[in-house]
């Protein structure tokens, strides 16, 4: 879906940003670029709508080369989140989320409704919120209208630069999670900038880890990076909470659960299914009291996972 082939970019004060970058995201792929302050990610991010030309290289969306289109036209094609936001202070929220449909020829009528829906598609009920100024919402609410608006085009892409900087560890971590379900309803192809390893780790179907010079120091999935780091850089990238990250990648495993035997099912409370992560399980463990969830596969219970059994998964997948 998009290609990056040897691209590069210098600035012409001579700061290399990027060096010659190789980078592939299917269709409907949500890969995230990480790494520390000043290491290109941002700039990455905008050689692939053309804010910024690359120096060297080709970069390819559907297979075309971007670099002959017309900015303009293509940046219809791609919606554009940023951490400012950039609302407009002095109109409604509607009339924000408006403005692109309104640019793309819509009727007010059309573009009206569509903001209206995408309002609610972002979890803001648009009765309550459509009306209001940018200045009566919370960070979070707004940046929820800065994505209703990158979705306004309907855009097969979606590039994001630290769509959830701005606001607190509590409401990013929802945000991050209302995001991800999103994603999977609508399919959009994302590469999203973040310098936060594990919001890379949580919201990344593959993560592109940036070293400081521009330089890709690996590219895979978070369970890969997490398992296999590439070198001494990204190891260090990763870090010490390792064990924690792999919660939020861990599927749990049947052999990590105990009999059900004995235990009635009805009087294990929440459960979850085998595809869920060992985080989710940890969590649904903490809110119980009875330490312990029942999973199933289906309709049907397949055992009963304990902190034990989570310890023993970690273990297993830290070593693998
Ligand atoms: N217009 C410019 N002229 C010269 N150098 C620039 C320009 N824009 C960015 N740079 C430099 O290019 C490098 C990469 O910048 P970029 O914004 O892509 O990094 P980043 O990884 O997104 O950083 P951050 O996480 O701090 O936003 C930095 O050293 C930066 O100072």
Do not use: W
């Amino acid at each position: 879906m998009i290609r990056l082939s040897g691209v590069g970019k210098t600035y012409d004060d001579g700061t290399v940003a990027v060096q010659e970058l190789d980078l592939d995201v299917s269709a409907g792929e949500l890969v995230v670029l990480v790494g520390p302050s000043g290491c290109g990610k941002s700039t990455t991010l905008k050689m692939i709508n053309r804010l910024i030309e690359p120096t060297t290289g080709t970069i390819e969306i559907d297979g075309r080369d971007v670099t002959g289109e017309d900015p303009v036209k293509l940046r219809r094609g791609i919606g554009y989140v940023i951490q400012q936001i950039g609302l407009f202070p002095h109109q409604k929220i509607v009339t924000n989320v408006m403005t692109v449909p309104l640019l793309y020829g819509e009727s007010k009528a059309t573009a009206r409704q569509r903001a209206l829906e995408l309002l609610d598609t972002v979890g803001l009920d648009h009765e309550t919120y459509g009306d209001r100024y940018p200045h009566q919402l919370s960070g979070g609410q707004q940046q929820r209208v800065g994505v209703a608006r990158a979705l306004a085009a309907n855009p097969p892409v979606l590039l994001m630069d630290e769509p959830f900087g701005a606001v607190d560890p509590v409401v990013r971590v929802r945000l991050q999670d209302e995001f991800l379900r999103l994603q999977r309803e609508l399919g959009k192809t994302v590469v999203m900038v973040t310098h936060d390893i594990d919001e890379a780790v949580r919201m990344g179907d593959r993560v592109a880890v940036f070293a400081v010079g521009g330089r890709l120091a690996q590219f895979g999935t978070p369970a890969e990076l997490l398992a296999h780091p590439a070198d001494a850089f990204v190891e260090d990238f990763v870090g010490a909470t390792k064990g924690l990250r792999r919660l939020t990648v861990t599927q749990i495993d049947r052999s990590h659960l105990e009999p059900v035997d004995g235990v009635a099912t009805g009087d294990l409370g929440d459960t979850i299914g085998l595809d869920a992560t060992l985080e989710e399980a940890l969590a649904v463990i903490l809110r119980s009291d009875k330490g312990m969830v029942g999973v199933r596969d289906g309709a049907q219970f397949v055992g009963v996972l304990t902190p034990n059994g989570i310890h023993k998964a970690l273990r297993a997948a830290l070593t693998a």
